[in-house]
């Protein structure tokens, strides 16, 4: 069974950094397109970042310049590097595989196969 589990979400202030992990099991890691989402109460499930086996990566404007995915690809865990932590970011964390042909198609949370329980990131003084 394929399971993706994230850890490292926490309580932060503003301007703070946390990174994310996501653990596999179960998946033809090198097959997907894994990707980052977030989700707060009463809106659409976002997505953050993705990137594909050759490190292509692609990220929403409202995360680029201050996230960073990457990946360990023999160990098949997905990363994401928090920086400059706002407000506004406060929100469940997500990581997914998605089967899709381009790491554009990453962002796309109607693609996923496969998704994590999430872990809770708030950004607050």
């Known amino acids: 069974q394929v399971q993706l589990m994230e850890s490292g979400g926490g309580s932060v202030q503003p301007g703070g950094s946390l990174r994310l992990s996501c653990t596999t099991s179960?998946?033809?890691?090198?097959?997907?397109?894994m990707g980052w989402f977030r989700q707060t109460p009463g809106k659409e499930r976002e997505g953050l970042a993705a990137i594909d086996d050759k490190d292509n990566t692609v990220y929403a404007d409202s995360v680029k310049g201050r996230f960073t995915i990457s990946q360990d690809s023999a160990k098949n865990i997905l990363y994401l590097q928090m920086n400059s932590l706002k407000p506004e970011d406060t929100a469940m964390y997500y990581c997914?595989?998605?089967?899709?042909?381009?790491?554009?198609?990453?962002?796309?949370?109607?693609?996923?196969?496969?998704w994590g329980r999430g872990t809770q990131v708030t950004v607050s003084s």
């Open positions: 179960g998946l033809a890691y090198e097959t997907y397109v």
């Open positions: 997914a595989a998605l089967g899709v042909g381009t790491v554009r198609a990453g962002l796309r949370p109607d693609f996923a196969d496969y």
